[in-house]
């Protein structure tokens, strides 16, 4: 058994950086949830929808807004 892991110095360090990471992820996550629903909040919301289908159609006309 190698003493390095056994030291309570060590364990502390271990479990800080464990923690560190975990924070990394878990922002990382929360950011990709909330973008996602930004994300669906524009392009499905009905008008912006509906916009986007205009442009679709017809690409080379600005959209009237109707």
């Given at each position: 058994m190698d003493t390095e892991t056994k030291t309570p110095e060590n364990q502390v360090l271990k479990s800080k950086k464990t923690l560190s990471t975990g924070k990394i992820v878990w922002f990382?996550?929360?950011?990709?949830?909330?973008c996602y629903?930004?994300?669906?909040a524009?392009?499905?919301?009905?008008s912006a929808y509906q916009q986007?289908?205009?442009w679709i159609n017809n690409p080379g006309k600005p959209n009237s807004g109707q």
């Open positions: 990382s996550i929360l950011g990709f949830i909330g629903i930004l994300w669906s524009l392009f499905y919301h009905p986007r289908q205009d």
